[in-house]
């Protein structure tokens, strides 16, 4: 127990990292994911290629690599931003490619009447997607998309290699001060936990709001 | 050949006011040449049809004959290989803004209704209105609940679609349709779906329209609606029409054996 009230700052600050980046990663992926899913629904032909390219190379590529693609990489093209938005881009472009395979299921459970009747009231692609088809599959979208953000959460565990601050990291600092491997471990466990089934709860109140809808 | 007649518009087309039989305007809706395959299946050959204003045209046929494909290739919900769509003279675009407009300028009616599940009755019918007639809220709802006085659902406006039944949810979606303003109104198999008894009430709705002058192409079964309101019986088999005629002539003299086959199976029970 002194393991963690003795250095109570150190994890503190660890958590924030960690769940800072959560948000915003989740935030970017989100967004993209929508985007992306819309394009690779849509009657036009090269932005259905290019999510599909996107799906392929993000969900395909170690999340580790991708970290080194963007850490690495992008200072070759003089693109220097701080660690924390090379770890974002990096957590919210991969995350986003299973958010919108995820979306791209869900809007495979509409009817497809969904989107023709509101074709033929002259909706166009976007307020089709937008206005009837999205909204319809969000029900069944829900609970996989929890999945996809707890699996985001505990990735952005790669982020402590690569300078940014976050929970995992901590145990770098504790170690060198000398405390007992296991319990310094079992607290950070403790913190991925309390963010996960944050993630898990909010999810399930979700779920039971789209249940009583309709 | 460019657009034909000025009064193209002047929105609603209460012009002719055709009852059965009754002389029609200029062509609404033309089909040249069409033709469509599902793989092998020729499921449109070069179809020529043309829709007068005002005209009500009912196309019977077999099952499989493509006269649910003819009916959705013309708001393009089917595409079309070869041929050209025609709305008031204009060739239906191929994608876009283009074809959203003039989607909305004619309505279509769908066997299994597909009203939007998450939207309340009065919200499927002002959503369009809003969206793509950039009506605002009041003008739209008030439009909306006339239209739905109209098909006599004025007390279920605040329900969602699950909660009517068939019968109901056609009308509402025959309501969600004419909210827009359409110069014609398509319908597949309207009534397909629908329990026996609340067939009528839908046909009733649709006399009504027919009655008032809308330009309406209705695939269905229904031969008591072909012989009272139509214009014209065009009947299609094997991706043909093979016949297209005055309702009294086709149903009393029958010009083609195919035609004379299908009359006689569904007439005589």
């Given at each position: 127990?002194?393991?963690?009230?003795?250095?109570?700052?150190?994890?503190?600050?660890?958590?924030?990292?960690?769940?800072?980046?959560?948000?915003?990663?989740?935030?970017?992926?989100?967004?993209?994911?929508?985007?992306?899913?819309?394009?690779?629904?849509?009657?036009?032909?090269?932005?259905?290629?290019?999510?599909?390219?996107?799906?392929?190379?993000?969900?395909?590529?170690?999340?580790?690599?991708?970290?080194?693609?963007?850490?690495?990489?992008?200072?070759?093209?003089?693109?220097?931003?701080?660690?924390?938005?090379?770890?974002?881009?990096?957590?919210?472009?991969?995350?986003?490619?299973?958010?919108?395979?995820?979306?791209?299921?869900?809007?495979?459970?509409?009817?497809?009447?969904?989107?023709?009747?509101?074709?033929?009231?002259?909706?166009?692609?976007?307020?089709?997607?937008?206005?009837?088809?999205?909204?319809?599959?969000?029900?069944?979208?829900?609970?996989?998309?929890?999945?996809?953000?707890?699996?985001?959460?505990?990735?952005?565990?790669?982020?402590?290699?690569?300078?940014?601050?976050?929970?995992?990291?901590?145990?770098?600092?504790?170690?060198?001060?000398?405390?007992?491997?296991?319990?310094?471990?079992?607290?950070?466990?403790?913190?991925?936990?309390?963010?996960?089934?944050?993630?898990?709860?909010?999810?399930?109140?979700?779920?039971?709001?789209?249940?009583?809808?309709? | 050949?460019?657009?034909?007649?000025?009064?193209?518009?002047?929105?609603?087309?209460?012009?002719?006011?055709?009852?059965?039989g009754a002389p029609v305007g200029e062509p609404l809706i033309e089909l040249r040449g069409v033709n469509k395959h599902f793989g092998q299946l020729h499921v449109l050959q070069d179809i020529d049809l043309t829709v007068g204003r005002g005209?009500?045209?009912?196309?019977?046929?077999?099952?499989?004959?493509?006269?649910?494909?003819?009916?959705?290739?013309?708001?393009?919900?089917?595409?079309?290989?070869?041929?050209?769509?025609?709305?008031?003279?204009?060739?239906?675009?191929?994608?876009?803004?283009?074809?959203?407009?003039?989607?909305?300028?004619?309505?279509?009616?769908?066997?299994?209704?597909?009203?939007?599940?998450?939207?309340?009755?009065?919200?499927?019918?002002?959503?369009?209105?809003?969206?793509?007639?950039?009506?605002?809220?009041?003008?739209?709802?008030?439009?909306?609940?006339?239209?739905?006085?109209?098909?006599?659902?004025?007390?279920?406006?605040?329900?969602?679609?699950?909660?009517?039944?068939?019968?109901?949810?056609?009308?509402?979606?025959?309501?969600?349709?004419?909210?827009?303003?359409?110069?014609?109104?398509?319908?597949?198999?309207?009534?397909?779906?629908?329990?026996?008894?609340?067939?009528?009430?839908?046909?009733?709705?649709?006399?009504?329209?027919?009655?008032?002058?809308?330009?309406?192409?209705?695939?269905?079964?229904?031969?008591?609606?072909?012989?009272?309101?139509?214009n014209r019986v065009v009947f299609m088999a094997d991706g043909r029409i093979v016949e297209d005629r005055a309702p009294e002539e086709f149903f009393a003299d029958p010009r083609s054996e195919r035609a004379r086959d299908f009359l006689s199976?569904?007439?005589?029970?």
């Amino acid at each position: 127990m002194h393991v963690l009230t003795d250095n109570w700052s150190a994890y503190w600050h660890g958590f924030l990292g960690t769940l800072w980046l959560t948000l915003v990663s989740a935030a970017l992926a989100l967004v993209l994911g929508v985007v992306v899913a819309g394009f690779r629904v849509s009657p036009v032909k090269p932005l259905r290629a290019f999510g599909t390219g996107w799906v392929t190379v993000l969900r395909n590529t170690p999340l580790t690599l991708l970290f080194f693609i963007v850490v690495l990489g992008l200072p070759r093209f003089d693109i220097t931003l701080p660690f924390f938005t090379f770890a974002v881009l990096a957590l919210g472009c991969y995350t986003s490619a299973f958010v919108c395979e995820t979306l791209r299921s869900g809007v495979n459970t509409v009817p497809v009447g969904q989107g023709e009747a509101a074709r033929s009231l002259g909706l166009t692609f976007t307020q089709t997607l937008g206005l009837v088809v999205l909204p319809q599959a969000y029900r069944a979208v829900v609970a996989p998309l929890g999945s996809v953000m707890i699996a985001l959460a505990k990735n952005t565990a790669i982020a402590g290699s690569f300078s940014v601050v976050e929970l995992l990291g901590t145990y770098r600092t504790l170690n060198e001060l000398g405390y007992g491997i296991v319990w310094t471990f079992v607290w950070i466990a403790v913190g991925y936990l309390v963010l996960t089934l944050a993630i898990s709860a909010l999810f399930n109140l979700l779920e039971r709001r789209v249940a009583v809808s309709r | 050949m460019t657009a034909p007649g000025e009064g193209a518009g002047e929105g609603t087309g209460t012009g002719s006011g055709a009852a059965a039989g009754a002389p029609v305007g200029e062509p609404l809706i033309e089909l040249r040449g069409v033709n469509k395959h599902f793989g092998q299946l020729h499921v449109l050959q070069d179809i020529d049809l043309t829709v007068g204003r005002g005209e009500v045209v009912v196309v019977i046929g077999p099952s499989g004959s493509g006269k649910s494909t003819l009916c959705r290739a013309i708001n393009r919900l089917e595409t079309v290989e070869s041929g050209t769509v025609l709305i008031e003279g204009q060739p239906l675009p191929a994608e876009g803004k283009g074809l959203a407009k003039l989607r909305a300028e004619v309505g279509m009616v769908f066997q299994s209704f597909n009203l939007f599940a998450h939207r309340t009755v009065l919200q499927n019918v002002t959503l369009a209105q809003v969206k793509v007639r950039k009506r605002g809220k009041a003008e739209a709802e008030a439009k909306g609940r006339q239209l739905l006085e109209r098909v006599g659902l004025a007390a279920h406006a605040d329900k969602y679609p699950a909660q009517l039944s068939g019968g109901q949810q056609q009308r509402v979606a025959i309501a969600r349709a004419l909210a827009m303003d359409p110069k014609a109104l398509l319908f597949d198999e309207p009534t397909s779906a629908l329990d026996p008894e609340m067939i009528n009430e839908v046909l009733e709705v649709m006399r009504t329209l027919a009655a008032e002058g809308m330009t309406m192409v209705v695939v269905t079964h229904e031969m008591g609606f072909a012989r009272s309101a139509a214009n014209r019986v065009v009947f299609m088999a094997d991706g043909r029409i093979v016949e297209d005629r005055a309702p009294e002539e086709f149903f009393a003299d029958p010009r083609s054996e195919r035609a004379r086959d299908f009359l006689s199976k569904i007439l005589k029970h």
